[in-house]
């Protein structure tokens, strides 16, 4: 018998803490993978942003920092810049990236810091109870928009991709969704081409995963991956916005 | 040893710190302390290092824990409002056991305050200044060639205790000019065995970290992190004294006050007053020390500050109520003036005096 | 013949996500819990099992590994396989 597909020798055997259906667990499982596949296990710095994904580094088996809300890509610029050889990696959702730590994506994305991203959109807060997020679509429920968002009141949801997108340094940046397997694979090459840019010295590398949180949407995990595809990637259009070289 | 040489204040840090091997800089623009990363924006990558201009303090600051924690000399500086905005990257450095070095060239606040020398962010940096139950050790010069030598320090005693350790100037200790001698150039050295660098053949991970969920978890990380607060206190204090093996009266001052209030000493010996100077040269930990020693032999205490109160707290902790201890300041950009500095402690005098 | 279809009870979380991807539809709920009191999928039929590899793909908590015969049909994802 041949593996068709065998655990990655990039994940730890800790059972993760998310809850049963959260595409965490694919993202984290993918990010596995191509460190496997690039064979990077002895260069990988990772780091864990807040929020869901807060004990990521419990579940690689690479080096890790863990930042404070937000600053991951400052973490991962201090990283690089001391050791340009490793190969540093952000794990952030969508608080913690596209609210509270917007200055420092951005700016590391100006700098064309040479790093990856991974960016888990599930247009809430997970950890902290399901809170309005930047991304939250407008209509949507959340504990702090308990109506549904309201664009008057709070703005509309930004597009982290299309936004530094106008960024020179910005050498790589995707949006994929993991809500079918054919969503996961596309995940995949992305995530795969986003730490090539990396190895290649090309400059700065995001991959937006659209995910979904079954729990504080209040929906079963397959009804949830359902919504993904019904609602988020109408407004998150999938596709890459930039690939290396072209923004010269 | 090398020359002596003319150095500006904010400069003279620079050297200093590439001298120790720090070859990391993170900073943003803020008076006084803009020389500082000028200085490094050339210097550093003179000697192979980087100087990196951050989007904000709160960046800067998180990027010393990136690269501190990979293992790197790391340091950023600020001036008070901006430190202000370091203190998330400074809790994280403590809580993750990361060194690191924060200049402080203090000016007036609070809010935007001005842009003169103060000594009113005494209280945020000795007291760990962001949340947790956290120390950094606080060291506070008087002299440019003290700011040399505490700044090159500092990056030993960081390394030593996996902590972040402070600097505190102010505007006229960044601005001024003195002859300096530098130390010889630090070899640079391999990131430790803990740091992020990648496995590179080791068989653990390494993590870099924080976060104790389980309250016994976080509860032995304290007590850890609180042995080497005990440690910092036992091994790291330092103080000078003047004039005080006679002294009826002391002055208590650290940094550029200091320098005013020995002018006053010297001033006040000469129309034949005993009285003598503590200056405190770690704000953290808090001398205890000279306090006893002379709590038996004076009559009272004089603290001076370019704040409205601040160490006169830890002097009057440090007493322990055994002679009185009165304060004199003066707010951001008003530099206190020796002969009211002297006018203060002879009114001291007249009331305390005598008592013995 | 050794399983197409090799999954590891106690690391599974119960979401259904296997049951919703598997295109033969061959995987269900069973009744049985796992250790954590999960309900767990089982596959009905080791021998319709395709190794296309979805149902594992599509699983968060990696509790799903997807073996092929030597020389066995090829699905439209075997180039990924023997890694």
């Not at chain 2, 002859?179 to 150039?185: N, S, W």
Request: with cysteine; aromatic share 8%; hydrophobic share 35%.
């Amino acid at each position: 018998m041949k593996a068709v597909y065998e655990k990655p020798k990039s994940l730890t055997d800790v059972v993760t803490h998310y809850c049963p259906g959260c595409t965490h667990g694919v993202a984290h499982r993918l990010v596995a993978e191509v460190i496997d596949d690039l064979k990077l296990e002895d260069r990988a710095v990772g780091i864990a942003s807040v929020g869901c994904s807060v004990f990521a580094y419990d579940y690689f088996e690479v080096d890790f920092q863990q930042a404070a809300h937000g600053r991951a890509p400052a973490v991962a610029t201090g990283i690089k810049r001391v050791h340009p050889d490793s190969v540093v990696f952000t794990y952030q959702g969508d608080g913690d990236l596209a609210s509270i730590g917007a200055a420092e994506i951005v700016h590391a994305a100006m700098r064309g810091e040479n790093i990856t991203v991974v960016f888990i959109n599930n247009a809430i807060y997970g950890m902290t109870g399901g809170q309005m997020a930047p991304t939250t679509l407008v209509g949507q429920k959340a504990s702090t928009s308990p109506a549904g968002r309201d664009p008057d009141h709070s703005g509309s949801p930004i597009r982290v991709c299309e936004m530094l997108s106008t960024l020179p340094g910005v050498a790589y940046l995707a949006r994929v969704s993991c809500h079918d397997a054919r969503g996961i694979m596309s995940a995949k090459r992305s995530i795969g081409k986003a730490f090539q840019t990396q190895l290649d010295g090309e400059g700065f590398a995001l991959v937006e995963i659209l995910s979904n949180c079954p729990t504080n949407w209040g929906m079963s995990p397959v009804e949830s991956l359902e919504w993904v595809k019904e609602h988020m990637v109408r407004y998150y259009p999938l596709g890459e916005f930039c690939t290396p070289g072209e923004g010269e | 040893m090398s020359d002596l040489q003319l150095f500006k204040g904010n400069e003279a840090v620079g050297e200093a710190a590439v001298r120790a091997g720090c070859r990391h800089f993170f900073g943003y623009p803020i008076t006084p302390q803009n020389e500082l990363p000028e200085y490094m924006s050339w210097r550093l990558p003179e000697v192979g290092g980087v100087f990196l201009q951050a989007e904000s303090e709160v960046a800067a600051i998180n990027m010393v824990y990136g690269a501190g924690g990979a293992g790197a000399k790391a340091m950023t500086s600020s001036s008070s409002p901006g430190i202000s905005l370091k203190q998330e990257g400074i809790s994280f450095l403590a809580g993750a056991e990361i060194p690191g070095v924060i200049v402080n060239m203090v000016r007036g606040g609070p809010g935007l305050g001005g842009i003169q020398p103060a000594q009113s962010d005494y209280f945020q940096a000795t007291r760990g200044g962001g949340h947790g139950d956290y120390r950094t050790v606080v060291l506070g010069p008087a002299s440019l060639q003290e700011l040399v030598d505490m700044t090159y320090e500092a990056f030993q005693i960081a390394d030593r205790y996996r902590n972040p350790v402070m600097v505190v100037g102010d505007g006229v200790m960044g601005q001024m000019m003195e002859p300096v001698v530098f130390p010889d150039m630090a070899e640079v050295t391999d990131p430790p065995d803990w740091a992020t660098t990648g496995k590179r053949g080791r068989d653990n991970f390494n993590l870099i970290n924080s976060l104790y969920l389980d309250p016994e978890e976080l509860w032995e990380h304290n007590r850890k992190l609180n042995d080497k607060y005990r440690q910092m206190t036992e091994k790291e204090v330092r103080w000078e004294t003047r004039a005080t093996d006679d002294a009826d009266f002391a002055f208590v001052a650290y940094g550029t006050t200091a320098r005013i209030v020995q002018k006053a000493v010297e001033q006040m010996r000469e129309d034949g007053h005993a009285v003598g100077l503590v200056r405190p040269q770690t704000l953290w930990p808090f001398p205890q020390e000279p306090f006893d020693e002379l709590s038996d032999r004076v009559d009272g205490f004089r603290t001076v500050e370019m704040s409205l109160g601040q160490m006169v707290e830890d002097v009057r902790l440090a007493v322990q109520g055994r002679v009185p201890v009165q304060f004199y300041g003066t707010t951001g950009g008003v530099m206190p003036d020796y002969r009211d500095i002297i006018s203060a402690m002879e009114e001291m005098m007249r009331k305390v005096g005598g008592r013995r | 013949m050794s399983k197409r279809w090799v999954f590891d009870e106690d690391r599974c979380k119960g979401c259904g996500l296997c049951v919703q991807a598997c295109p033969e539809e061959i995987i269900l709920f069973s009744d049985r819990l796992n250790r954590s009191g999960y309900r767990m999928p089982e596959i009905t039929a080791q021998d319709d099992c395709i190794s296309c590899g979805f149902c594992a793909r599509v699983c968060p908590d990696v509790a799903i590994e997807i073996y092929r015969p030597d020389g066995g049909r090829k699905t439209e994802n075997s180039r990924d396989g023997g890694r």
